[in-house]
């Protein structure tokens, strides 16, 4: 069965770190672009980061630019998200995405599989 599988959200303070991981297993995505998305409370999903497959190519949202990593580890099939810095603002379900099949991707009509999402809170 192909799936994503999120893990390492939490419940933080403001100002703190946290790194997501998004373990893909059923097939290989090194082939394809990856993206976090995130949905906050009354919200609708709103794109994050994205990775080109061969992790040399990165695209973020404004609101996240400079404070947010997105890499890939082919070998082990598993994308992260580094999250630095964050803030309240930053609270919601962070949903990672495989394309596909374009080179890069920010808009959710360009990916073919989620995962079922990881909870992210920050506390003021």
């Known amino acids: 069965q192909v799936q994503l599988v999120e893990s390492g959200g939490g419940l933080v303070q403001a100002g703190s770190s946290l790194r997501l991981s998004c373990a893909a297993s059923?097939?290989?995505?090194?082939?394809?672009?990856m993206g976090w998305f995130r949905q906050a409370p009354g919200k609708e999903r709103a794109f994050v980061a994205t990775i080109g497959w061969s992790g040399t190519t990165t695209d973020y949202a404004d609101s996240v630019k400079g404070r947010f990593t997105i890499s890939r580890d082919n070998g082990k099939n598993t994308v992260y998200l580094q999250m630095n810095s964050l803030k309240p603002e930053d609270t919601g379900v962070y949903y990672c995405a495989a394309s596909g099949g374009a080179p890069i991707a920010t808009m959710e009509f360009e990916y073919v599989l989620w995962g079922r999402g990881t909870q992210v809170t920050v506390s003021s």
């Open positions: 059923g097939r290989t995505f090194s082939n394809f672009a």
